[in-house]
């Protein structure tokens, strides 16, 4: 949540050196998403 409001914060000053930075901190951050470790694969619905 704190990263979120400082992206706002940074958006409404046009703060743009502060919303790079937080982008980039984003960007990076996906790759730890497609880790196998994080993935359910044993993943079953209602119908089986």
Same mark, same amino acid.
Request: charged share 30%; glycine share 4%.
């Given at each position: 949540? @704190?990263?979120?409001?400082?992206? /706002? !914060?940074?958006?409404? &000053?046009?703060?743009?050196? &502060? *919303?790079?930075? *937080? /982008?980039? @901190?984003?960007?990076?951050? @996906? &790759? $730890?998403?497609? &880790?196998?470790?994080? *993935? $359910? /694969? $044993?993943?079953?619905d !209602? $119908?089986?």
């Open positions: 949540m @704190k990263r979120e409001n400082e992206l /706002l !914060d940074a958006v409404k &000053s046009s703060n743009i050196s &502060s *919303i790079q930075r *937080i /982008l980039s @901190k984003c960007r990076s951050g @996906k &790759s $730890n998403i497609v &880790s196998p470790k994080k *993935i $359910n /694969l $044993n993943f079953q !209602d $119908n089986g």
